[in-house]
């Protein structure tokens, strides 16, 4: 997704699986916003490379994946 568009009003749809939608009003094209979080969700490699990739520009998603990690280690002991 890119950046929003300025001065545009966003509609957001619950589809019948939960999921959540945004579209800009009176357009037809819409993305994915959210919805319930599916088992393999983060299991896909594509998905943790983008997470890692993230992480070394956002200081707090990189502070929040090393404590993550950090548990994960102490628990697998």
Known sequence: M???KPGKS????????????????G???RWPVGGP???SALHEYREWRDLV???EKNPV????????????????Q
Do not use: H
């Open 27 to 29: 357009e037809t094209e």
């Open 10 to 25: 966003i509609a957001y749809e619950r589809d019948d699986r939960g999921r959540v939608w945004g579209r800009y009003y």
């Open 2 to 4: 890119g950046s929003l």
């Open 53 to 55: 990739e993230a992480a």
């Open 37 to 39: 979080a599916e088992k």
């Open 61 to 76: 998603l990189q502070n929040l994946l090393s404590k993550t990690l950090n548990t994960y280690r102490l628990i697998k």
